[in-house]
Each structure stands twice: as structure tokens, then as C-alpha cells.
């Protein structure tokens, strides 16, 4: 059953701009410095997605590859490319993934308030339409894709085979505490084993929980304090390569996590806060990262 648009609406934050809150689940997205600062720092940047698609384009590579976890109402995926529009010869192929493309439907309609959609408005009515949407963009070329489900079973399936492997992550699933189901251990390591072991990955996200940075290295990345974005002071890098990782996490982070009364992985989408197991706390202090 598709959800209405009528379950979403615009607010305008303290800082003037504008965004889209779904009133069923009670939240905002990209809340207090707005769609395009949040996406500009939080994956633009961090990522250092110019830089990586102009190596990739000079090299004469594959495509360079965009996973796009919570597609929502595109503010980060049009961020990105707007970021991009620039570099030369860039092949770039976006894999946005969401429950429900309604957000999106109902952003379009407030294309001109929201302010960041100019230019992308036709790519973006195509991509509601088929799903699926190739056009030129400056001298380069993008291919853009909406898979749409429940994006856990979907990692789990065949099908997710046939997707190409992701070079860049953004991740912007709701909250632990309203989508737990997002957030577990068996997500992220779906996510890690889906990386080409020759094409360095990173993924970057809004959080800095410990639980979630613990989930993350137990899953096999390598990880960091990532980029200060709005109200929050630090968000969180991940990496298949360390070199992708610039503030990688140190012995006094560990020492916090071992303290922490939220720390342990969930196994299960079901939200609850633990402090580390003894099994838990063995296999962290052996990752490589602080060995």
C-alpha cells in the first residue's frame, strides 16, 4: 500500500531553509542547518566525492558507484551531483534505496520552495516514473536507479547480486530508535561484504553512537569520527580501506566504549541500550584497528 503525500509536509528550520517532515514517523529530515549544508558536509565532503570521481574518471575506470540508503526527498543524492556537475568525463551510477518513494513525489511538488532541486527536476520525474533514469550531466554521464522495499531483506536476497558494488555509502536510515531494523549488526555486515575487496569503499552517516560505531567495526570496517554537521559536534566515517578514514577511532574512544551503558550491537531490530558483552568486548579489542 503506498503512503499518501498528504503524510508529509513542509517546515521551514531556525536557519530560514526549508525541508520535508513525515508526520507518521515524527521527524524532520536533514533538522536544523538544512537539506543541502547537512549533505554537503556530512557525504560531500567527508567522502571526498569530487576528488574520488575525478580519479576515477581519469583512470578511465568502471563508473563510479553511489549507494544511497534512505533516499527520502533526494536532498542528498541532488547535493551530490550538483557537487559533480563539474568534473570531467565523470561515469557515475546512483543506487538509491527506500521503502517508499512518496517522499520524493511529494518534495517534486514543492520543488521550488525546497530550493534544491534546479535543474534536476526532469531526471527526477523520470526516476518516479520508470525507476530508473540516464542522462548527460555537464561532460559526464549518470545513471540513477530507485529499488524500493524493505532494504535489510532486500541485502539478504539474490537479487541484491546483481547491484553493482558500492564505492560510496550514504547512510540516512531514520533513527535507531524509530527503525531499529536498520541499525543491526547483520545489516552492516551485509553492507561490508557487498564492497569489491579492489575497490575501496566508504560510508558515512549521522550518527556517532557508540553502539553504532561498535556495530560497524564488529562488521568488519574500519572506522572514524566523522565531520561536525549542525548540532552535532562529530558524525561517523567508515571504510573498507583505512586510508579512506582520516580520524580514525583511538584507545581513549575505546576506553568510552567499554564504559558505555549503550554499546552492544543489536542482532535483532528491536532498540534497546546494553552495555558491552564479554564476547563483545574481546572481539572489539582485537580488531586491527587498535591492535
Known sequence: MSIPVS????????????????????????????????????????LQLPARVAAAAENGSQEFVIWDVGLGAAANTLTVLRALHGIDRHRVRIVSFDHTATPLEFALGNA??????????APVRSLLDSG???????????TWEFVGGDFPTLLESEASKALPAPDAILFD?????????????????????????????????????????????????WVGAGSATGEKEET????????????PLDQTWIGRALRSRSAEPMVEPVYRQLPLSDETRARLLAHPQFG
Do not use: I, K
Open 236 to 247: 561517523t566515517l567508515a571504510a573498507s580501506d583505512r586510508s579512506l578514514v582520516g580520524r
Open 7 to 46: 503524510n508529509y509536509q513542509l517546515v521551514q528550520l531556525t536557519n530560514g531553509s526549508w525541508s520535508v517532515r513525515s508526520l507518521a514517523e515524527g521527524e524532520t529530515f536533514h533538522p536544523v542547518v538544512g537539506p543541502v549544508a547537512e549533505a554537503q558536509a556530512l557525504y560531500v565532503e567527508q
Open 112 to 121: 521550488e520552495r525546497l530550493g534544491y532541486f534546479g535543474g534536476y527536476e
Open 173 to 221: 536510515a531514520y533513527s535507531p530508535a524509530r527503525n531499529p531494523v536498520m541499525w543491526t549488526l547483520p545489516v552492516f555486515r551485509a553492507l561490508r561484504n557487498r564492497v569489491d575487496p579492489s575497490r575501496p569503499c566508504a560510508l558515512a552517516t549521522y550518527s556517532r553512537a557508540t553502539l553504532l560505531r561498535v556495530t560497524l567495526l564488529l562488521a568488519g570496517w
Open 132 to 142: 530508473r533514469v540516464e542522462f548527460a550531466h555537464g561532460s559526464g554521464v549518470v
